[in-house]
């Protein structure tokens, strides 16, 4: 069962414009969400985070919008740029399961055209 | 500075034998965590190591796996009689600490294909 989902396998973005990337969860005691992004033959890099206490958390050209009560989250790339093509992941923490305990989603692949 | 690096990077091993892969995280780095990623799923967390605690095993799979971490630092995850459903990309990370501010950072992986 699939807590954190990522329903586009991939996303095409023209250089300049926005990159959405959604992310659904189903569990209700999420409180903390954040976003990570791989190049290939990389690890994971943390991205941004954002805090159920929150709607809306910036960092640059990157801004995470957290809806509560549709259980959905989504990242905001502007503009896009062709090194922001890579394999994004959404990943939720529970209260109570300890920080380390990340569900992650199963990432969306974005592909910035020049 | 170091990153979190892993070894081997590519493992191809044969149904049924034991492997062993190896972590060493970012010197200082009190917790060290281990998670895989098979083909087409998300990052599945498998064990996490804080400091001199016991670690947390809830993630491993079966009792085929398991981990330790010596002096606090490298960390080696061992799967015995390995089965083609092992196959995915194991990914290792650390962190200063285990609270939500402390960023989880990733190795680059080992892949490893079970045949």
């Known amino acids: 069962d699939q807590q954190v989902k990522q329903n586009s396998p991939s996303l095409s973005v023209q250089e300049g414009r926005i990159s959405i990337l959604n992310c659904d969860y189903t569990n209700s005691m999420f409180d903390y969400f954040l976003w990570y992004k791989k190049y290939p033959a990389e690890g994971p890099t943390f991205l941004i985070s954002?805090?159920?206490?929150?709607d809306k958390n910036e960092d640059g050209r990157f801004t995470v919008f957290l809806n509560k009560s549709a259980k959905h989250l989504s990242l905001h790339i502007v503009p896009s740029q062709p090194g922001d093509s890579a394999v994004y992941f959404c990943?939720?923490?529970?209260?109570?399961?300890?920080?380390?305990?990340?569900?992650f989603g199963t990432g969306t692949r974005l592909k910035v055209l020049a | 500075g170091a990153g979190v690096s892993q070894s081997p990077s590519n493992k191809v091993t044969e149904k049924g034998k034991d492997v062993e892969l190896r972590c060493d995280p970012i010197s200082g780095h009190t917790a060290l965590y281990w998670y895989r990623q098979s083909l087409g799923q998300g990052l599945e967390f498998l064990i996490y190591f804080q400091g001199n605690s016991a670690p947390d095993k809830s993630g491993l799979p079966s009792d085929r796996f398991s981990a330790e971490r010596t002096g606090g630092s490298v960390s080696t995850l061992t799967i015995q009689r390995t089965q083609q459903e092992d196959s995915a990309v194991y990914l290792c990370a650390s962190s200063l600490g285990s609270t939500r501010s402390n960023e989880q950072f990733f190795g680059p992986g080992t892949r490893l294909t079970v045949l």
């Open positions: 990943a939720a923490s529970a209260r109570g399961s300890g920080t380390y305990k990340y569900i």
């Open positions: 954002i805090s159920s206490i929150k």
